[in-house]
């Protein structure tokens, strides 16, 4: 039997691509976005891309009416829920829209399913979670601590949903810790499109090497590893995608609730990074050391045995790949979707 997945915020980055993934191993998808940070287009892409449809709902998880209607409307047997809103600096600065939007958005969700009976939840959980880690690699035992109301955000629904796990036991939840996705599918049509100044590190070389940006500040060189940039786990959007196809699967295999991370097991500095986009771009991109960003920890990255183990997933694509796909999708799309 075909099993059908309600994707929250699945025209997003991850999102998008993760669609696209389901449609491949034959799952019916049925997406749920508001748009706010997205395009349709996204959409149309991953359907001529697979040649297989999918449902697309324009709406918030916030209505909790319009959630009854579309379990009730649906036979739902999965949700992955990506839908939220991710800007660090912008949730500082908003904090009531992060809790409205993540933490009040997934209690709607999370009520809507208990309603209509659906019990399978993967929710896009993040590394953030994790803090400055006293240690390193990272194991999903580490104590969790945040430092802005986007982390807290992750925090309070993982909480939250250990406490309904708590409360009954028929839940059966996975809590998927992203390390830091990069890249973009290898077609080049779909990929990340941030608005604005991008925050994060490959979107923002991305926009360097195609002449968008002059030059990369490189958040710090004092910090305590290999070159004095800061090192993180890259894990390629493709891999991530699959991580979402095996959590799906292990849900319908275990009963229960775990966390797994999801990342490759390797951290590389801004300046390998860097050096991989330029070998992938076949360009010397400029770059200046400046103050090291508030909030940032020097090194961070993931021991993901757990996630090898319990779902048989392992990240395939290095950093050469991540740099290439996403430089396809920069050079074919150099404003985005639009
Ligand atoms: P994204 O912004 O590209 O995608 C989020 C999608 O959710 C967008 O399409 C947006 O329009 C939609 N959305 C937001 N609020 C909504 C609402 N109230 N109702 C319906 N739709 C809504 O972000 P992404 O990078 O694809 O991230 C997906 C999830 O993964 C987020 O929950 C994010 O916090 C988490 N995450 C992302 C990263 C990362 O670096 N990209 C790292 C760790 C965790
Ligand atoms: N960096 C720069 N210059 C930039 C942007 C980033 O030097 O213009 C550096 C940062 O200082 C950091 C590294 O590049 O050392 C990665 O920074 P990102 O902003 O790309 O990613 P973060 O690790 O800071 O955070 C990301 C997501 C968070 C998520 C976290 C853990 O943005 O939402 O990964 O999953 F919580």
Request: hydrophobic fraction near 40%.
């Amino acid at each position: 039997m075909t099993s059908t997945v309600l994707v929250t915020g699945g025209a997003g980055y991850i999102g998008s691509h993760t669609c696209l993934r389901l449609l491949e191993c034959g799952y019916r998808v049925i997406v749920l976005d508001n748009f706010s940070n997205s395009s349709p287009e996204a959409l149309n892409r991953v359907q001529s891309l697979t040649g297989k449809t999918l449902e697309i709902i324009t709406g918030d998880v916030n209505d909790g009416a319009a959630l009854n209607t579309l379990f009730a409307r649906h036979q739902i047997d999965a949700v992955v829920h990506f839908a939220g809103l991710k800007a660090v600096g912008e949730s500082v600065a908003e904090p009531l829209m992060y809790y409205h939007n993540n933490v009040s958005g997934a209690v709607s969700l999370l009520q809507a399913m208990q309603s209509a009976g659906v019990r399978d939840l993967v929710f896009s959980s993040s590394a953030t979670v994790y803090g400055d880690p006293a240690s390193l690699p990272i194991t999903e035992d580490f104590p969790t601590s945040t430092t802005n109301p986007y982390g807290r955000s992750k925090l309070m629904i993982e909480e939250m949903l250990r406490d309904l796990y708590r409360s009954d036991a028929s839940w059966n939840l996975a809590l998927l810790r992203y390390f830091n996705p990069v890249g973009a599918h290898p077609s080049g049509q779909i990929g990340e499109d941030p608005a604005g100044i991008p925050n994060n590190l490959l979107p923002y070389i991305a926009q360097v090497a195609v002449g968008r940006r002059e030059h990369l500040s490189v958040f710090g060189g004092d910090y305590e590893t290999h070159d004095g940039t800061g090192v993180r786990d890259y894990i390629h959007v493709m891999d991530l995608a699959e991580g979402h196809v095996k959590a799906l699967q292990w849900l319908t295999r275990k009963q229960g609730l775990a966390a797994f991370n999801l990342g490759t097991g390797s951290g590389y500095s801004v300046l390998d990074m860097l050096h991989a986009f330029e070998r992938a771009c076949g360009k010397t991109l400029a770059y200046q050391i400046v103050d090291r960003r508030p909030g940032d920890v020097g090194s961070c990255y993931a021991d993901p045995t757990l996630a090898a183990r319990e779902l048989d997933w392992k990240a395939e694509r290095g950093v050469n790949a991540m740099c290439a796909d996403a430089w396809r999708w920069q050079q074919q799309n150099p404003n985005g979707y639009n």
